[in-house]
């Protein structure tokens, strides 16, 4: 496993545990976070994110501040984060980067 890889497994995961803490899991909600280190760049983003609970879990989250080192060309990462969610992170040549995951189950905080 990667170190970049592993650290969006960390990131994902932290994302997740203080996200249902203040949303109702009736529905979902939206909240700020951090999406993790994007290759190329070493930064963390900030981003706001919005998570559904019905009857699975799906978290987007868009970053709110610009890749300072965004990729030539758009550049899909998949991978499987540390709760088990198939997870997508897309990164943009304008600097925009998104990060996408869905849950087989609703998870609870």
Do not use: W
Not at 28 to 42: A, E, K
Not at 52 to 81: G, I, M, R, S, W
Request: hydrophobic share 35%; with cysteine.
């Amino acid at each position: 496993m990667s170190v970049r890889r592993f650290a969006l497994f960390l990131v994902v995961g932290a994302v997740m545990a203080g996200s249902t803490a203040g949303v109702s899991s009736a529905g979902g909600g939206t909240y700020t976070s951090v999406i993790g280190p994007v290759p190329p760049t070493n930064v963390n983003l900030p981003a706001v994110c919005q998570i559904h609970f019905d009857p699975n879990t799906e978290l987007f989250c868009t970053a709110t501040a610009p890749n300072p080192e965004p990729p030539k060309d758009t550049k899909v990462y998949k991978f499987t984060d540390l709760l088990g969610g198939s997870c997508k992170l897309t990164a943009y040549p304008g600097g925009g980067v998104t990060e996408a995951c869905r849950y087989k189950k609703v998870l609870e905080g």
